[in-house]
């Protein structure tokens, strides 16, 4: 009887299976989210960037051309360099591009300085003529001077009184005091009446040239016992007489530059100090054009 009981089955179920699908879903998933997101991100670069990115993008992710350089062994590390064949450059670097500035022309550089000296030596021909007509008034100037003293009696014993030459400040008219003819009393500033007169005539011979003045008075070495008045006193004080002469025979006083008194300091008869001929007072016509080298005029 024992062995008519049937046997016992336990069966066991295990619940919660989805065994078919499992977790490979959740792969794809993530894939097609990262995918998509890629693809916005794309979108919205497209949006933002500017032609010029754009082109510098493309040029950068284009393929290279295969090598066809002859140096370096022409496979994987062939040369690339843009400089020199056979040098190895990095990939995952920057592109760049290398030029050279070309030096300036030599030519031009010369034509710079041909102008320039052109130029200047325009400049100094003009100089030169500006001299040539300014030495020619003074020449004028100094005869006349010569042919007014001659032809009016009361100055014609004054030829030995006046020099004029040029020097490089100007036309300098000197009139000089002689043994027999001062102009001016011992110690005093007055002009005599005959030298007034003949600076008188200087100034008309003057008047129409454009050229400012200077005027310096001069002494002898002699002592001047004038207590604190002395000989550098005595000198500007003649040589202020001396413009107010030239003003009141009509100059221009703008035309007066520079008056001063030079005392014994320098003597026109320098081995004899106390010649008579060192008192003296300078007239300077001075140049307004500058003394040019010998071989610009």
Not at 1 to 12: E, L, N
């Amino acid at each position: 009887m024992a062995d008519d009981i049937a046997p016992i089955i336990v069966k066991k179920v295990k619940k919660g299976g989805h065994a078919a699908h499992g977790g490979a879903w959740k792969v794809a998933y993530a894939d097609f989210v990262t995918a998509m997101m890629a693809f916005f991100l794309l979108l919205w670069l497209l949006n933002v960037t500017t032609t010029e990115q754009k082109e510098g993008l493309s040029d950068f992710f284009a393929p290279t051309s295969a090598s066809i350089s002859q140096s370096g062994s022409d496979g994987v590390m062939g040369g690339k360099s843009m400089q020199t064949e056979g040098a190895r450059i990095s990939d995952t670097g920057a592109p760049s591009v290398v030029s050279s500035i070309a030096p300036p022309e030599e030519g031009k550089k010369n034509e710079g300085k041909d102008a320039l000296k052109v130029r200047e030596m325009e400049e100094a021909e003009l100089l030169a003529k500006l001299a040539k007509i300014e030495e020619k008034s003074f020449e004028q100037a100094k005869e006349q001077i010569r042919q007014a003293i001659n032809k009016d009696p009361e100055l014609s014993g004054l030829q030995d009184n006046i020099i004029i030459d040029m020097t490089p400040e100007g036309l300098r008219i000197q009139i000089v005091d002689q043994f027999n003819e001062s102009m001016f009393e011992s110690g005093k500033s007055e002009i005599s009446p005959k030298i007034r007169r003949l600076v008188g005539m200087i100034a008309k011979s003057i008047e129409e040239l454009p050229n400012s003045l200077s005027i310096s008075g001069h002494t002898d070495s002699s002592t001047y016992n004038g207590g604190d008045y002395s000989n550098w006193e005595l000198s500007s004080d003649r040589a202020n007489a001396s413009r107010r002469a030239l003003l009141d025979a009509g100059l221009d006083p703008e035309r007066i530059q520079k008056v001063a008194g030079r005392a014994d300091t320098d003597p026109l008869i320098a081995d004899d100090p106390s010649n008579p001929g060192n008192r003296r007072i300078s007239i300077i016509l001075l140049r307004e054009t500058p003394v040019l080298p010998a071989n610009l005029k």
